[in-house]
Antibody, heavy 124, light 107 residues
Framework: EVQLVESGGGLVRPGGSLSLSCAAS????????MNWVRRAPGKGLEWVSS????????SYADSVRGRFTISRDDAKSSLYLQMSSLRAEDTAVYFC?????????????????WGQGTLVTVSS | DIQMTQSPSTLSASVGDRVTITCRAS??????LAWYQQKPGQAPKLLIY???SLQSGVPSRFSGSGSGTEFTLTISSLQPDDFATYYC?????????FGQGTKVEIK
């Protein structure tokens, strides 16, 4: 069974840093591109960042570029999101997601599994 | 960026109703569209990918159609478990973008 379990969320002050982790199990993580997607309170889903299956390519939303860094360690079946210079508008539930591996566009694939999410609250 | 516009934002329906949700892209995305269902406190769940392909394990009452810029998600006979929020998402190009969501409520 595919499982994605996020950790590392919590309360942080504006300007602070936080690191999220996602433990993957039930599949070979090195065969899939992975992503972070967030949902702010009362709002819809927002894509944050993606990393290719071989770590050769990363992409970021304009709202986080230069402040967030995505990485992965397939030996540990883990995905990470290092967040710095946090702002109130970064407050959200952050979901770790897996991309499918079939029926993909030239750039990416759909999300076929989501974790339960971890809450990040940026507040003084 | 490609903008995704869903309608309606909220939909009130009864068990057994046929329900249709529309998603429009600001430019052509071919068939690179997915639909997700999210219930309160739960992770989103993939329903449809490539505009019309049903994800394994998803009931056949869900169907998707469309290509280019206009897409629809149809629930042929609404069941109690289907009251949730539905999102479309384009994966034609980065940045990925989602529709704002359609909440399906009990009438």
């Amino acid at each position: 069974e595919v499982q994605l379990v996020e950790s590392g969320g919590g309360l942080v002050r504006p300007g602070g840093s936080l690191s999220l982790s996602c433990a993957a199990s039930g599949f070979t993580s090195s065969r899939h591109s992975m992503n972070w997607v967030r949902r702010a309170p009362g709002k819809g889903l927002e894509w944050v960042s993606s990393i290719s299956w071989d770590s050769s390519s990363t992409s970021y939303a304009d709202s986080v570029r230069g402040r967030f860094t995505i990485s992965r360690d397939d030996a540990k079946s883990s995905l990470y999101l290092q967040m710095s210079s946090l702002r109130a508008e970064d407050t959200a539930v952050y979901f770790c997601t897996r991309e499918g591996s079939t029926s993909c566009s030239t750039t990416s694939c759909y999300i076929d599994f989501w974790g339960q999410g971890t809450l990040v609250t940026v507040s003084s | 960026d490609i903008q995704m516009t869903q309608s309606p934002s909220t939909l009130s329906a009864s068990v057994g109703d046929r329900v249709t949700i529309t998603c429009r892209a600001s430019q052509s995305i071919s068939s690179w569209l997915a639909w997700y269902q999210q219930k309160p406190g739960q992770a989103p769940k993939l329903l449809i990918y490539m505009a019309s392909s049903l994800q394994s394990g998803v009931p056949s009452r869900f169907s998707g159609s469309g290509s280019g810029t206009e897409f629809t998600l149809t629930i042929s006979s609404l069941q109690p478990d289907d009251f949730a929020t539905y999102y479309c998402q384009q994966y034609n190009s980065y940045p990925w973008t989602f529709g704002q969501g359609t909440k399906v409520e009990i009438k």
